[in-house]
């Protein structure tokens, strides 16, 4: 499979402030890549600098086999980008705003964006300050795949959406990816990820702590215990041998305990909360 996002070495400061530092990942053809870390952990920085639309400072980034700084114009006709909170005029009906939208592109986009109104429920004759959240929300979905490109780059998506349009949206990206795209997934809702996402990329503090599959991430031999030990309640997590658990048990008056797998969220935060290193014990 082709590589349809190469990224190397990219950093880009904000003056004295930390932007990105050192981050390097690819996204191959075909992917549902999960982009995922805290509030200013760099993940928009790293996006607009892909699009364009900030200047880095060094490393390299290529997309669909192109120079993100040579070929921009020609990069950003294949790509289908949604913002967290994307800004419409107003006082314009839906069906403007998005016929709007496919004029930029120099396209008629006319079919597509009818099938996907019809599908996210769209009502393209109300204007844009009469929509809740949700609806403002579909309607830049619309406007970031009525044209079919070759690569989604969503930020947030779903938020917003009622359970049954979530549902709907997943489903037209896995029909949009079957049909030969390829989507970059920025959010931070970890369900989604373990549902959808082939891979992801775990960032913090502007730094990348991890590029692996997710059912590699989510396979862990840690174990959440509960437990009465002494009459004092205990909640943790252990990454050690559970017959040392045992052990450590001895003697002790348990009342009550429960060993299970800890939730996808716990898995995740280990990343966010870890210092990660590399083989010589260096900080990543």
């Known amino acids: 499979m082709e590589k349809v996002i190469e990224i190397n070495h990219l950093t880009k400061h904000y003056g004295k402030y930390r932007g990105v530092s050192d981050v390097s990942f690819c996204v191959q053809e075909g992917d549902i ?13 790293t996006i607009r600098s892909m699009l364009g639309l900030i200047q880095y400072d060094s490393g390299s980034i290529r997309i669909l086999g192109k120079d993100s700084k040579k070929e921009k114009e020609e990069i950003l006709k294949e790509i289908g980008y949604m913002p967290s909170e994307a800004m419409f005029y107003p006082s314009m009906k839906v069906k403007d705003v ?14 597509e964006a009818g099938k996907l109104c019809e599908r ?4 393209e004759n109300k204007k ?3 929509l809740s959240l949700g ?3 579909k309607v830049s979905i ?23 349009m979530q549902t709907e949206f997943f489903e037209l990206i896995g029909e949009y990816v079957k049909a030969g795209a390829t989507c970059m997934l920025s959010t931070h809702v970890l369900s989604e990820v373990k549902r959808y ?5 775990i960032m913090k503090e ?8 997710v059912a590699h991430i989510t396979k862990t031999s840690a174990k959440r215990v509960r437990m009465v030990r002494d009459g004092k309640a205990e909640d943790f997590i252990y990454e050690g041998n559970l017959n040392e658990l045992y052990k450590e048990l001895e003697g002790h008056d348990i009342m009550d305990i429960l060993i299970e797998e800890p939730s996808l969220d716990e898995i995740f935060m280990r990343f966010y909360k870890e210092e990660r290193r590399d083989s010589d014990g260096n900080s990543l």
């Open 33 to 45: 890549f999960g982009f995922l870390g805290p509030n200013g952990a760099g993940k928009s920085t």
């Open 206 to 213: 502007g730094r990348l702590q991890c590029v692996d599959e």
């Open 120 to 123: 996210l429920k769209v009502d």
């Open 135 to 137: 609806n403002r929300k």
């Open 98 to 111: 998005i016929r709007m939208a496919a004029e930029v592109r120099k396209q008629d986009c006319t079919e």
């Open 128 to 130: 844009i300050n009469e």
């Open 142 to 164: 619309v406007c970031a795949m009525q044209h079919k490109p070759k690569l989604f780059i969503f930020d947030e998506p779903t938020s917003g959406l009622d359970p049954l």
């Open 197 to 201: 996402c082939n891979r992801v990329a």
